[in-house]
């Protein structure tokens, strides 16, 4: 059974530019979450989909977005980059609702700058 | 606002002995907690979880304990192996693991061989 699949692995970008992450969950998982981790921050929640809906959302400012679609597969974007967005993107899916059993993808470090 | 606070960002232990890395929360709600362990270049891997209604939760080399009253939970390794040596995750989550996971800022376990 493959495991969370998160593309691309690194990616640098400029200040201003637009990003776009890649999460393909476990096969049947329906739910989605992402997660910003920083030195000494740990992890943040940014959003969380189930079945193409935002259930759960984290406290970012308006500029991280995403989406899921019909596949389960979830993307995020990030506009008008600053340099505090550099950190490592996680990726975390789970069969249904419950946070118990969430597995994560290897992360995609995106550094702006 | 650290509802789940990692105090002490590093450890080192001898190899064969106990590793004992705590965790506190301020968010009464929180019921499900779990640990993660995450080595460099990898997603977080789950570890073990505990539910409120239990105080006590052993799997193997690790236990995890509940203190609720002064809500502190703590994970127990023993004997520390060289290939325990990772960031170590404390989550909290509300409605038994229904709602997003909210991490600490992880405690760097090193063994020392």
């Known amino acids: 059974k493959a495991g969370v699949t998160q593309t691309p692995r690194y990616l640098i970008k400029t200040r201003g530019q637009q990003v776009t992450l890649s999460c393909s969950p476990i096969s049947g998982h329906r739910s989605v979450s992402w997660y910003q981790q920083t030195p000494g921050q740990g992890l943040q929640f940014l959003f969380e989909?189930?079945?193409?809906?935002?259930?759960n959302k984290g406290n970012f400012p308006g500029r991280f977005s995403g989406r899921q679609f019909s596949n389960s597969r979830s993307e995020m974007n990030v506009s008008t980059l600053e340099l505090g967005d550099s950190a490592l993107y996680l990726c975390?899916?789970?069969?249904?609702?419950?946070?118990?059993?969430?597995?994560f993808g290897q992360g995609t470090r995106l550094t702006v700058v | 606002d650290q509802q789940v606070k990692q105090n002490s960002p590093s450890l080192s232990v001898q190899e064969g002995r106990i590793s004992i890395l705590n965790c506190d929360y301020t968010n009464s709600m929180f019921d499900y907690f779990l640990w993660y362990k995450k080595y460099p270049a990898e997603g977080p891997t789950f570890l073990i979880s505990i539910s409120s209604i239990k105080d006590k939760n052993e799997d193997g080399r690790f236990t995890v304990f509940l203190n609720k009253s002064a809500k502190h939970l703590s994970l127990h390794i023993v004997p520390s192996q060289p290939g325990d040596s990772a960031v170590y995750f404390c989550?909290?989550?509300?409605?038994?693991?229904?709602?997003?996971?909210?991490f600490g800022t992880g405690t760097r376990l090193t063994i020392i061989p």
């Open positions: 989550a909290a989550s509300a409605n038994f693991g229904n709602e997003k996971l909210t």
């Open positions: 975390a899916s789970s069969l249904g609702g419950a946070y118990t059993e969430a597995f």
């Open positions: 989909y189930f079945s193409e809906t935002q259930r």
